[in-house]
């Protein structure tokens, strides 16, 4: 027998789905702004899984990795619970922005609290209805505004259950990082809730091979976590390459980026991943990697200032293995047939 679930006033019995509006504040125009939850009860008990986008607001690749997760079929036999906040940070997605009107980093508030910053609140409000509901969570974002990620997850590897998490979602590269000041990952960490983070495309951007690739990612975790059946087509070649450190090549000099280094790519120390010229293509001056490793982050930005960050390539060892994962990765592909089969309708976004 499932247990009682109760958010915002509204009572959702076991094997039944409901929407929440979690009051947030008043627009100055005296406007109600509140955050829309979605919460979906199988028959049986199980884990309570949150999925969160746009904690950041203008990072909205993973609102459309909600909606497709919200049109599976599979979630009719779902055991356990499902919370998805497809936008969490509503005045920063209204005004696409990556922070609050406040101008604070929601992921620098938390824990937050009742009488602090408007983020603050919003944090508490998180931490409250949503993480205190749940056991385990998936937090979604992409790159900043004009910079794209390599899909990837990231989380402290260090802890049992989010390092299970991190390896089922299935995508080729998996970054260790450390609990970064007043972010949900931490704050969710202190009360017992594993998370893990999502990364992929770039800000105010739908990119389909990200969407498809979060999508059979929290599927997976879904059926590791025994929420979900089917089984999980990941084979040992599958397995991700766990990164333990990362580092942003800077721009040498001011003037206009040609990137040659695409996201996936791996490179060797020394190798050119740009060139920097002025208009006149006076002056040119390439950009070379600091090590090696794997291109997971770059800015789409020709224009650059010296200092810049332009590549985020994380180190790793054992190139083999990464050449075979990366070069099997394939967001597209079918071999996931449970979810591909059920999104087949869908024209993907170009
Ligand atoms: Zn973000």
Not at 144 to 165: C, K, S, V, W, Y
Request: some cysteine.
């Amino acid at each position: 027998m499932a247990e009682a679930f109760q958010l915002g006033g509204v009572e959702v019995p076991a094997g039944t789905r409901a929407s929440v509006d979690l009051p947030i504040t008043d627009l100055s125009t005296h406007t109600p702004i509140t955050m829309p939850v979605v919460v979906v009860r199988g028959r049986k008990p199980g884990p309570r899984l949150f999925v969160c986008a746009a904690l950041h607001g203008d990072e909205i690749n993973g609102v459309e990795i909600i909606r497709r997760l919200l049109q599976l079929s599979a979630l009719k036999r779902l055991r356990g619970t499902l919370i998805a906040v497809p936008i969490v940070n509503v005045l920063g997605f209204l005004s696409q922005s990556r922070y609050l009107p406040d101008r604070r980093d929601l992921n620098r508030c938390f824990p937050g609290s009742h009488r602090g910053s408007l983020a603050s609140r919003l944090a508490r409000l998180f931490l409250d209805e949503i993480v205190d509901r749940s056991t385990h969570g998936i937090d979604l974002h992409t790159g900043a505004i004009h910079r794209d990620n390599f899909p990837q997850i990231r989380g402290n590897l260090d802890e049992a259950e989010t390092e299970r998490m991190a390896r089922a979602f299935g995508v080729p590269v998996v970054i260790n990082t450390s609990y970064r000041e007043g972010s949900l990952r931490e704050a969710a960490a202190e009360r017992g809730v594993p998370v893990i983070v999502y990364e992929a495309g770039e800000a105010l951007r739908f990119h389909e091979p990200s969407v498809r690739a979060g999508v059979k990612g929290v599927v997976r975790v879904m059926r590791a976590l025994d929420m979900l059946t089917g089984k999980t087509d990941l084979k040992d070649r599958r397995a991700p390459l766990a990164i333990r450190s990362s580092r942003w090549v800077r721009a040498p000099r001011s003037g206009l980026l040609r990137s040659v280094s695409p996201l996936g790519s791996q490179v060797k120390k020394g190798d050119v991943l740009g060139v920097i010229a002025d208009p006149f293509g006076k002056n040119e001056v390439e950009v070379t990697a600091a090590n090696d490793g794997i291109v997971i982050g770059k800015t789409n930005l020709p224009l650059v200032y010296e200092g810049d960050g332009l590549f985020h390539v994380a180190r790793h060892e054992g190139t083999q293995v990464v050449a075979r994962s990366l070069d099997e990765f394939d967001p597209e592909s079918d071999y996931e047939s449970g979810v591909t089969s059920e999104l087949a309708d869908e024209p993907p976004i170009v």
